[in-house]
């Protein structure tokens, strides 16, 4: 979608507190919108749009309990040789 808006301007804000059972989340990331529109259809009373600006925006509420974010470490060397060796092996396979 064109809106005009510079990537700079186009963010992912979410905010939550600890009194509030619902999380609000703002965002112009397509694949976020995606699972969130998915999620919401499927699970209407769990997750709502709220609004949409019409320049590629969407707000929606979902309940706090069913959003996550994750913080992962960085693979060792170790892990990514691992890693590598297993990808090699099933590749050798097909």
């Known amino acids: 979608m064109i809106t005009g808006i510079k990537k700079t301007h186009k963010t992912t804000e979410i905010y939550f507190d600890e009194a509030n059972e619902w999380t609000t989340v703002i965002t112009y ?12 259809q499927e699970y209407p009373e769990l997750c709502k749009i709220v609004s949409d600006d019409e320049c590629g925006c969407l707000q929606f509420k979902i309940q706090k309990r069913y959003f996550t974010y994750r913080i992962s470490a960085p693979y060792s060397e170790e892990r990514k040789a691992t890693a590598r060796a297993k990808m090699h092996e099933l590749n050798a396979k097909k």
């Not at 990331?29 to 919401?40: C, D, E, G, P, Q």
């Open 29 to 40: 990331n397509t694949s976020l919108k995606n699972r969130l529109l998915a999620f919401s």
